[in-house]
């Protein structure tokens, strides 16, 4: 057992004792007014191997040692130095106790931030962004409700992060402007002073021209004769500039609060009651609620997918024979103009690339594999973005804490919690943050169950396939649609089997209680929104965004290296060798067609690029024509269709996965399990349709 110690520390009523209450299982007093608290108490708890030890200290608005709580506090993290202090603010009023945070953020490098009560801030409209507060502060910054036992768990990791020294924390170091050349003439005088070198040498030098009675009693004890320079310059502040500089390094302090609170918290309005209570009546009743859910979900899938590749607009338009007009819209969603940009940006840069007599290979790797790379990376930026903003939207309203709470006893059949609705249904949109958004879920087997799961929810990627290949079937326009609908029923299916085998084994039987407290509704704020799917979207970037580049650069050589070195001619490259190694594995399946094996394969960095394989390899423009020159038979294409939807998950979402939990044997049984999904139920969808003379 490792043990970490923890201090919790802030301004009085911020629920420190509630806080370590809930962590440790004490009853120490609370209560609603300040200063309850007055001696540190000490409780420990257990979680996986550390043994982790709290100590309560009492409530203070500064570490200026004025008072006996104060003097308890401050020496408590001086000279016991715990390995992390919890500063907890009240995300209520978070301007006045941000002052106790920043000011032990000066002293300290070990510190964690706990954003309190974010439970009541959103009852009336206050929104914090802790990414942007973990940002401006240079720490970690979680948000919690200790009453309702909200974050707790995301707290605790942090403080293990860093305990572990797994998270960087530096201490802040605000400019104090003319101040600071003052200190530093103190910094000198006292440098070398036992005692006081104790503690970080700007830090006690502010201290002291403020005027620190406890410092100048360890300095009078030690270096009598910098206390009287020491004053000397106090005095010299205050004729210089004009105010004491207790007052000026204060001002310095609040107005770097103000920005801090500016960027990072929004307001908005609550909705009035009585609307409140009417829509809560039709959006929890156990009939009309799942249904208007399952209404506004679609509609909010609709768009995004709209938005995003046309579909199915661009279906409709067709059908209705407005194929012209259906093109027009085609280029203008957000896959057609990034498409079109690629397209350009790869043309340009290939004319000038062989304009300087670059070798041919080094101009195709350049602009097919590492522009293409790029490109498939910034394909899925807006993915992520609009899918993740949408999302926002409905959880900022409120609308989706209504959704988890009508579904939670539908989900609770499957051993998830209605809560697990919210990050699984922005899988349709994209797996990625599907899963990254699992981590809202109380207990870690929910995240890792709910995170097996969302990658069979097919995606906006896979749907994009699936169009051509049901495009490319030879069948009426409603065997199509059927073919579709019952793809995506199949793998809904999948979702809520899998789910339930997963939380037997992993949960022995256990059901997830929902710890959801219902927000009242708000008017969505843009600005929230926009942190929420800018936040989703960087993460993304920052974690998978070098995984698949990589990835697309090896694909690129898999199809330009054959026996000769560089070849343009994909039937002699390594990846044809591959592709054909691989084809008694799709001949299970009923398609023992290499092409179809090479571009299974390369759908495995991501799935659209199966379409994309096929065009190259046929050498065709149009994907749907690219799949009838393979000549398959409807058995094969339905076979073809379910393998795609099910298989392995792209390479986006396994490097999520993989970062979220960080154990290989978990994301090999991922990549596993799917893969045998999706062979047993080819080979059985091919079987059955051959059978029946498809
Ligand atoms: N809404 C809400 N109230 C909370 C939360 N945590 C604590 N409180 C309330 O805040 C008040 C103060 O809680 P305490 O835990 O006594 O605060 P403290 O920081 O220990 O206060 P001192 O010991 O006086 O410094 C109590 O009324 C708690 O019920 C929370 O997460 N949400
Ligand atoms: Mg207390």
Same mark, same amino acid.
């Given at each position: 057992m490792k043990e970490i110690r923890v201090a919790l520390a802030g301004p009085p009523n911020v629920g420190k004792s509630t806080l370590f209450n809930m962590l440790v299982g004490a009853n120490r007093f609370v209560g609603?007014?300040? !200063? +309850?608290?007055?001696d540190k108490y000490e409780g420990f708890f257990e979680h996986m191997e550390y043994s982790i030890r709290v100590v309560d200290l009492p409530g203070t608005y $500064? /570490?200026?040692?004025?008072t006996e709580e104060e003097a308890i506090a401050r020496d408590y993290i001086i000279t016991? +130095?715990?390995?992390v202090v919890v500063v907890l603010v009240d995300a209520v009023s978070l301007e006045t106790t941000l002052y106790l945070a920043v000011q032990v953020l000066e002293l300290y490098d070990r510190v964690v931030i706990a954003v309190n009560k974010i439970d009541a801030a959103l009852k009336r409209g206050i929104h914090i962004s802790t990414e942007k507060l973990s940002r401006k502060l240079g720490v970690p910054v979680v948000g919690i409700s200790a009453l309702r036992r909200e974050g707790l768990h995301d707290l605790v990791d942090t403080i293990i992060r860093v305990a572990e020294g797994l998270e960087t924390v530096r201490r802040l170091k605000l400019d104090y402007k003319g101040l600071d050349y003052y200190a530093r003439e103190i910094e000198h005088a006292i440098k070398g002073c036992p005692k006081i070198s104790e503690y970080p040498l700007e830090w006690s030098s502010m201290r002291l021209l403020e005027g620190d009675a406890e410092l100048e009693r360890t300095l009078q004890h030690y270096c009598a004769d910098a206390l009287g320079l020491v004053e000397a310059t106090r005095r010299r502040v205050e004729e210089g500039l004009g105010s004491p500089p207790s007052l000026l390094a204060a001002s310095v302090r609040y107005s770097f609060i103000d920005g801090v609170v500016a960027e990072s918290v929004t307001t908005t309005g609550v909705v009035k009651r009585e609307v409140t209570e009417r829509l809560d009546k039709i959006l929890l009743h156990p009939v009309a609620g799942p249904l208007t859910n399952l209404g506004i979900i679609l509609s909010v899938l609709i768009v995004t997918l709209t938005v995003n590749t046309g579909f199915p607009i661009k279906q409709l338009l067709e059908l209705t024979g407005n194929s012209e007009l259906a093109q027009v819209f085609e280029k203008y969603t957000i896959s057609g103009l990034f498409s079109s940009l690629f397209d350009s940006l790869s043309n340009v840069l290939a004319e000038y690339l062989s304009g300087i007599r670059l070798p041919a290979f080094l101009v195709s790797l350049i602009v097919d594999g590492v522009i293409g790379g790029v490109g498939a990376v910034l394909t899925f930026l807006p993915l992520v973005f609009i899918v993740s903003a949408a999302f926002g939207f409905l959880e900022d309203t409120g609308v989706m804490a209504r959704i988890a709470t009508a579904n939670h006893s539908i989900m609770r059949r499957v051993g /998830? $919690? !209605? +809560? $697990?609705l919210m990050p699984l249904l922005l899988g349709f949109g994209c797996n990625v943050p599907a899963i990254m958004g699992t981590k809202i879920l109380e207990t870690d087997r929910e995240k890792l169950i709910a995170s097996l799961i969302a990658p069979l929810i097919p995606c906006q990627a896979r749907l994009v396939v699936l169009l051509i290949l049901i495009s490319a079937l030879p069948a009426t326009p409603m065997a199509k649609v059927v073919a579709l609908v019952s793809t995506y029923a199949y793998s809904l299916l999948l979702v809520a089997v899998v789910a339930r085998v997963a939380s037997t084994f992993l949960s022995h039987g256990e059901k997830p209680e929902l710890v959801l407290e219902l927000p009242p509704y708000h008017r969505p704020s843009l600005r929230v929104i926009w942190w929420f799917a800018w936040d989703s979207t960087l993460h993304f970037l920052k974690k998978a965004g070098g995984i698949i580049l990589g990835l697309s650069v090896v694909v690129w050589l898999l199809l330009h290296l054959g026996p000769d070195g560089f070849t343009e001619d994909i039937s002699s490259s390594i990846a044809k060798a591959i592709g054909e190694a691989l084809t008694p594995l799709t001949a299970v399946m009923g398609i023992p067609h290499w092409q179809v094996a090479l571009a299974l394969l390369t759908g495995f960095v991501a799935k659209e690029t199966v379409a994309s394989t096929l065009t190259v390899i046929t050498g065709t423009v149009d994907p749907v024509e690219a799949v009838q020159k393979l000549a398959l038979t409807p058995a094969q294409i339905a076979s073809l269709i379910i393998f795609i939807t099910l298989y392995t998950p792209c390479l986006a979402t396994v490097a999520t996965f993989h970062t979220q939990f960080r154990r290989y044997k978990l994301t090999i049984l991922l990549i596993a399990y799917e893969f045998a999904i999706a062979t047993v139920s080819a080979v059985i969808v091919y079987q059955a349709l051959n059978l029946m003379g498809f």
């Open positions: 609603n007014w300040p !200063g +309850k608290t007055v $500064s /570490l200026n040692a004025q016991e +130095k715990p390995d /998830l $919690s !209605g +809560k $697990s």
